[in-house]
């Protein structure tokens, strides 16, 4: 059952392709000159707090070009999983790094990169499920961990459609398996501050529900079409830069 889960969450990302912005510093001369004074933070894939975003793409890039020496030779498609794992090391970046790839922002990822991005945060599923149900017999712990892991995605990949919709499926998964395995415990909060998940998580119950268990597919209930809605709406004002300010 995880599993499945896991492979919709990364299915839904790729679909989910959200707006990347370009950010002014990512010219050739600022990638140059901040691959040369961050050299060393760019080689171990560390997090920097006062990071912005394009200074963590160019990070993420630095990191690439600089495994890629190792390998001796650029990714591409025929790069196999254990190189990436275990040459290049991708799992060393961070989240936003991770982010920034996968969502290919500013334009300076390839494919067989944006798909390797991936692969960390899969590790990072399968190993939260192992540890929490080893016996695969008690699916609400593994929502539950699968819930941890996306709460640790950075601010930026939190005000994704890709991962508002994936830790809406996660909540209500976790809670439907709570009623279903665990019948006589109430489950454990869950719960996010983010208005829109709380619209999908509604969704997931409609369609789950007898009134509207004619519907097609969940994206047919009326609270997921509300929770797009608001979701466009905070997407205009975030993509506005009167209200998002400079990069």
Excluded: C
Excluded at 17 to 32: G, I, M, P
Excluded at 90 to 115: C, P, Q, V
Excluded at 187 to 209: C, G, H, I
């Amino acid at each position: 059952m995880f599993s499945a889960f896991s492979t919709y969450i990364f299915r839904n990302y790729s679909k989910n392709s959200d707006r990347t912005r370009l950010s002014s510093e990512l010219s050739a001369t600022s990638l140059s000159s901040t691959n040369k004074a961050n050299g060393s933070v760019a080689a171990n894939g560390k997090a920097n707090a006062k990071e912005s975003f394009g200074q963590v793409t160019v990070r993420a890039r630095a990191f690439l070009d600089g495994a890629y020496i190792r390998l001796n030779k650029t990714a591409d498609r025929h790069t196999t999983e254990h190189e990436w794992r275990d040459v290049i090391n991708i799992g060393k970046l961070d989240r936003r790094a991770l982010y920034a790839i996968r969502t290919n922002h500013g334009g300076l990822f390839s494919e067989a990169e944006i798909k390797a991005a991936t692969l960390p945060v899969e590790d990072l599923l399968a190993a939260a499920s192992a540890a929490a149900d080893p016996r695969g017999k008690d699916p609400a712990a593994a929502f539950k961990a699968s819930i941890g892991v996306l709460d640790g995605a950075s601010t930026e990949e939190k005000v994704s459609l890709s991962w508002i919709t994936a830790r809406a499926k996660a909540q209500w998964s976790y809670e439907n398996a709570m009623r279903e395995t665990h019948p006589g415990r109430i489950p454990v909060t869950v719960e996010t501050s983010n208005p829109v998940v709380d619209l999908f998580v509604k969704a997931w119950r409609e369609f789950a529900s007898s009134k509207y268990n004619s519907l097609d597919s969940v994206e047919d209930t009326p609270s997921w079409s509300k929770a797009m809605s608001l979701w466009r709406i905070q997407e205009s004002k975030r993509a506005d830069p009167k209200a998002m300010g400079s990069l």
